[in-house]
């Protein structure tokens, strides 16, 4: 096997995608699906309070959920969005209520059966944070965390995010353990999903591939054994932004440390479809959890969905290619008896509840 060959291909899916120019984005319809439970008219308004009330589902989709296995964890990326009224919270509230009370609304919804901590990626969270996580949500609920930039970004950044200087802290395992690893385990313990290294662009540091896949192998080396009595649900996971460095070398590396590859639907990666063959290497012989993220569309960047898809409270540019893609690969995991992590962006399509409903019942189809 070629270890200096790009495992998913040279062509225009291999992380060129980001720069090129994108088409002209849609405008968002008026006419709602089938698939959008949100169909009708606008939920009431409810008075900011301490509780945030669950939207109560229709029968369709209850029965959906009832068709998927319940090693499925669909969740969204982050839950602080007013709006979802009507899709998965009964009225309207601030971003700071459902921030902080939103979580046990998400977890009587029917096909939500996990959540991304974002906020982890910015700073360190408090043990006690997790554990008020944990108390929302219903059992068989979990979370994936995103350890901090601290550790995860090769380059302390700027106001405008371009890196300035080396970060002396990336990739220090230390750090990792004492401000991710020990208080995530043990304020969300059974609720304990994925822990994910989410390795940001490393603009220059990867151009060694070797000397960067060695430094990756001594991190993962470093990190404890997760404990399959406090959190047996917990795995650790990457993700990669740098598609050169997508190799079966790194692939190996991941497999070799028991450490999940996470696939990643966005703009600089190449498609999910191709993605899903490093999962299949990964798995040769010994299957193991699904991490996926759904995060952005081929050729969008994170500010042009931001701007056009708000309030995502509607599927504004549908992606079903990438949906597919995704819905094949959980469907091949779900076989194997593996559970499947999924979690979806509103950045995907425009609006990540809906989005999941739509990729449920592709998933429920190929089962």
Not at 307 to 333: H, L, M, N, Q, S
């Amino acid at each position: 096997m070629n270890d200096t060959l790009d495992l998913f291909g040279d062509d225009g899916a291999g992380g060129a995608g980001g720069d090129a120019p994108a088409a002209p984005l849609p405008a968002p319809s008026d006419t709602a699906s089938a698939a959008d439970p949100a169909a009708g008219a606008p939920p009431r308004k409810k008075p900011a309070g301490k509780v945030v009330a669950p939207w109560t589902p229709d029968a369709a989709l209850v029965a959906l959920g009832q068709r998927l296995p319940p090693n499925l964890h669909f969740g969204t990326s982050s839950w602080s969005y007013p709006g979802w009224h009507g899709l998965v919270y009964d009225g309207q509230y601030s971003e700071s209520l459902l921030s902080r009370k939103g979580l046990r609304a998400c977890g009587q919804h029917p096909l939500l059966r996990a959540a991304g901590i974002d906020r982890g990626f910015y700073g360190p969270i408090p043990l006690t944070d997790y554990m008020q996580y944990a108390a929302q949500v219903p059992e068989g609920f979990r979370f994936l965390v995103k350890a901090p930039a601290s550790v995860c970004d090769a380059w302390l950044r700027g106001p405008d995010g371009a890196g300035r200087l080396p970060n002396a802290a990336f990739l220090n395992p230390e750090i990792a353990i004492r401000d991710c690893i020990v208080p995530a385990t043990g304020g969300l313990g059974l609720h304990c999903g994925p822990l994910l290294f989410q390795l940001s662009p490393l603009a220059g540091v990867g151009d060694d591939g070797p000397a960067f896949l060695a430094r990756l192998d001594a991190f993962l080396a470093a990190l404890p054994p997760l404990d399959p009595t406090l959190t047996p649900h917990a795995c650790y996971a990457v993700e990669i932004r740098d598609p050169a460095l997508l190799t079966p070398r790194y692939i190996r590396l991941l497999r070799d440390r028991g450490v999940r590859f996470c696939l990643a639907a966005r703009d600089r990666l190449p498609p999910v479809a191709r993605q899903a063959a490093a999962q299949a290497l990964m798995d040769d012989g010994a299957p193991g959890p699904l991490v996926l993220r759904w995060m952005l569309r081929e050729g969008r960047s994170y500010a042009m969905a931001e701007k056009a898809y708000g309030p995502f409270d509607k599927i504004v540019e549908p992606d079903p290619e990438t949906r597919d893609a995704i819905a094949d690969v959980v469907a091949r995991t779900l076989r194997t008896g593996q559970p499947a992590y999924v979690i979806v962006s509103n950045n995907a399509e425009g609006c990540a509840p809906l989005s999941i409903v739509r990729l449920a019942e592709a998933i429920a189809d190929r089962l």
